[in-house]
């Protein structure tokens, strides 16, 4: 009993351990000396080289950083200090649109909305391109953070989404209206208000919000096929065909295939509802499968907007109209 009170007495003299904050590592730097014209065109033609230790302030390259421990308010600030003592604005792309190109390796579970929605914003309006790599998980208030990446395309001169999935990453979006406490309606309200205003202004389409407004306390909705994929507007890096693929990863694949933005007539803006455990699926199934094809029809009208997909089962498949080796896992 002694040694119980002890215990007790000092744990509760000890220290709380707070979350981690949110820290930024470089985990790559390209190397790109400030030549002259001739020598720059030259300097193209070598590999850049890592040297994320160098102190020198980055001019016309590439920098690759990692997100590490919950978002917080004011981690948008901190990031906008680390880049400007790391990065020597010159002529260039990326980082606002006058530096080194920008990527942040996003990973993490836990953190507040309201920073998710600070930093997603700096990422869009810096142009900074957002990467869940392979066996990493980006959730919750990471995933609405993920979602505000950018570039800027220099041959192009313009900004666009580019925010990137690797294979065997996981992007998954809890409910942003259900905080750890219980919240009034008024608070839920201002919310909704945040996050869809935060959505219009990075891009996330309608569809992916609507599901994640929907999401309750301990929902959760996970990117996981290609399909809403490519809904969400994410581009998937290292798809590989699949060697034993089922129904579902054919009609996922066969959907992801149309613009569902502007519909199959180019009037009707709403996608298709995907997979459902209790429903199957709304559109889209697998009417024949032979040992060289499968077929998935997805719609047939009498306005003649007809629309299927053949994808090929053989081990070196021919390219075919719809689906070239789009059987895939994220």
Known sequence: M?????????????????????????VYKSCP???????????????????????????????????????????????????DKEIRAVSGYGYDGDGSMVTVEMAGEGGSLTGAIELGTFFTDKMVQ??????????GPCALAFMGGSTKWTRLTRTTIDRRLETGGKLIFRSPLYPDTNADAETLRDLMRSVQSYAAHVEIPPLVLAKILRLQQNDSFAIDNVFWAKVANITVDGVKPMSDPTDNNYISACLSQIDWTYGLDGEDGEPPQIYDKDRGWDEGEVSTKTAAYVLVPVVFSFEGYDYWCVCSTEAAPRRSRFCARPCAKL
């Not at 002694?2 to 930024?24: G, H, I, Q, S």
């Not at 997100?67 to 308010?73: E, R, S, T, Y």
């Not at 869940?132 to 998980?137: D, M, P, V, Y």
Request: net charge positive.
């Open 2 to 26: 002694k040694r119980l009170m002890f215990l007790l007495a000092l744990l509760a003299v000890m220290p709380v351990t707070a979350a981690r904050a949110a820290e930024f590592e470089v």
């Open 33 to 83: 000396e400030d030549f002259g014209k001739d020598e720059s065109l030259a300097k193209l033609r070598e590999p850049p080289k890592n040297c994320k230790g160098s102190a020198d302030r980055l001019v016309n390259g590439i920098m690759v950083l990692r997100l590490v421990g919950d978002i917080a308010p004011g981690d948008a600030d901190k990031l906008q200090q680390f880049l």
């Open 130 to 139: 957002t990467r869940i790599l392979r066996g990493e998980t980006c959730a």
